[in-house]
């Protein structure tokens, strides 16, 4: 996919999920899952090192995305950003180390998994792809937090602000 058509691709999805700032990506997981009808759990893991930051599993029931759980926040987020970008952009993909899947998430069954990527390299398109769903969620949510007025305390002052208030969104 080229970036021009990802990136339409990405903030559609986005604007469908109405998503407000400020970002909260347990949110937006959480909304994703709902729009696709799968959901998406996500599993903070020390995952070992050297080797990947996040991975994404999809089975027949549920999305699971594992990340580094020895890490800032801010770096969790963006790990799970970038594993949304995955499933964002439909990327297909076996990861066929059993003994890895069998380490991080016993609970799951080989033949449970349809589905598994774990980043090696960003040599290939499809990580650079899912870091550019990664960057274009993250920059959004940075915008928008600094330009939206914060939303009031007050039920009949929501009311005022709906109404008066400009509705900005992923443009």
């Known amino acids: 996919m080229k970036e021009r058509e990802l990136r339409r691709r990405c903030k559609r999805e986005l604007r469908a999920l109405d998503v407000r700032p400020p970002l909260r990506v347990e949110a937006l997981c959480q909304q994703l899952g709902e729009r696709r009808g799968r959901p998406i759990r996500l599993v903070a893991h020390p995952l070992p090192m050297p080797g990947p930051f996040g991975v994404w599993i999809a089975t027949d029931s549920a999305d699971y995305i594992l990340y580094q759980q020895e890490t800032s926040k801010t770096h969790q987020d ?94």
Not at 79 to 85: C, K, N, Q, T, Y
Not at 115 to 142: C, F, G, M, N, P
């Open 78 to 171: 963006h790990i799970i950003l970038h594993e949304v970008g995955h499933i964002m952009a439909d990327h297909q993909g076996v990861d066929t180390d059993d003994s890895f899947l069998r380490t991080t998430m016993p609970e799951l069954s080989p033949g449970m998994v349809t589905r598994a990527l774990r980043r090696t390299s960003y040599d290939e398109a499809h990580e650079r792809q899912a870091e550019l769903v990664a960057t274009i969620i993250l920059e959004w949510a940075s915008v928008l937090d600094r330009v939206t007025p914060r939303q009031a305390s007050d039920p009949s002052m929501q009311r005022v602000q709906t109404a008066l208030g400009d509705r900005r969104g992923w443009l």
